[in-house]
């Protein structure tokens, strides 16, 4: 009998990876979507809410950006960002993420790592603008793939030690990408454009 696991990110329980073969990231099989099993997805998600709320908001940025036009990706979001930089943003801070998570995996080191949010988006801002809209698009959906998939590959150990920083956004990167998301509809909303 083979040994499962819960996929939230595959979206099906899997035989444990030494007995299926190993998947690539950003492969079909990685992308499917959740609901494939209840029975695991009501497991995995009891222990880990993250994944599942994670995978619920990603697959709405990548529904987003497959839907969004050119000239959309061009619309304000706010005074100063339109929706390519929303999604830059989105980017960033989901690589940033990624990047501790596999410091922390590597190193077991688990620290805060503060950052002044203003200042870097401030500073990026620049770099954001000079992005092609599409390829912001992208990178925002891919960023949040990576993320999503090292969240739901660390141990219960590392996850328990990440919770004992207090802050929520680091497991629920949903949270960010929620209140972005919600931006960039309305201001379609309100430009017509949808």
Known sequence: MA???????????????????PLKRGSMAQSRSLGDNNTCQRRFSMDRPFVE???????????????LTDEELNLPVGTDWTIAIALAHL???DQRSAVLMRIWKATGDVSPSPIDIDVANESLLP??????PRAAANLAVSAAEEIDLEIEEASPELISTIELLGDRFR??????RKMHLDGIEGALKKKGAR
């Open 53 to 67: 709320e994670n995978a619920r908001e990603r697959m709405r940025l990548r529904s987003l950006v497959g839907r």
């Open 91 to 93: 980017a960033f801070w």
């Open 3 to 21: 040994t499962l696991f819960c996929g939230a990110v595959l979206g099906t329980c899997q035989k444990a990876s030494s007995e299926r073969e």
């Open 127 to 132: 770099l954001w603008l000079a992005l092609p």
């Open 171 to 176: 497991l629920y990167r949903s949270s960010h």
